[in-house]
Each structure stands twice: as structure tokens, then as C-alpha cells.
């Protein structure tokens, strides 16, 4: 069964995002990214496979290995997602730091 995962759900654990950043800088086989982690190896799939499904990890068969890469497309339209949301915050920090500029304590 093909279940499709939601994106936000996946990247909401601590060791995919480190999974994320670690492919993000160079194609990996299963075994090099369980390498980087304290976890079990069927531990590390059970995340590749999250990442897979909900399309952030791609997979590249090269002979007996599997190689997973970094989905560009997906990631972009996560973060094209999350700009109108990261522009508003940092409007409105922006503000409050305007407005904490302008206040003086009462001594």
C-alpha cells in the first residue's frame, strides 16, 4: 500500500530534518545516513521511507544500492508554502522591535 504522508508531519521530526540537512549536501545510501545516527538502522529506514512517500527524498536504484537525493521541486513548494508566513512574522517582530525601541523604562 502506497500511503501518502503529509509533508509537515514528516519534517516535524527532529531526526528527518537531520536527515533532510545530511542528503541535502550529498546523495546517500541507506546504510551512510544510519552512519550519522545513534538509532537503529530499521529505525533510520522507517524515516527514509516517511520521506520517500511524502515525496522530500527521491530514490535512485545504482546496482544492489539505493541511493536517495534530495527532491528540490518538493522542497520548494514546501518553503514557497511557508514564505507568506515567515514575511508576516517577521513584519510584525520587526514592530514590536520599533516599539520597544521607543519605550523607556520607569526608573
Known amino acids: 500500500m502506497n500511503l501518502r504522508r503529509d509533508v509537515f508531519q514528516a519534517i516535524a521530526d527532529p531526526t528527518r530534518r537531520a536527515v533532510l540537512l545530511l542528503v541535502a549536501t550529498q546523495a546517500m545510501t541507506a546504510g551512510a545516513i544510519a552512519a550519522n545516527f545513534d538509532t537503529a538502522r ?5 524515516h527514509l521511507q516517511i520521506l520517500t512517500e511524502c515525496e522530500l527524498l527521491e530514490q535512485e ?6 541511493i536517495y537525493h534530495i527532491n528540490a521541486k518538493k522542497m520548494k513548494e514546501v ?7 515567515r514575511k508576516l512574522w517577521d513584519d510584525r517582530f520587526n514592530k514590536l522591535e520599533d516599539i520597544m525601541k521607543k519605550y523607556k523604562p520607569k526608573k
Open 42 to 46: 530499521p529505525t533510520v529506514s522507517k
Open 79 to 85: 518553503a514557497d508554502f511557508i514564505e507568506p508566513f
Open 61 to 66: 536504484q545504482n546496482g544492489r544500492e539505493i
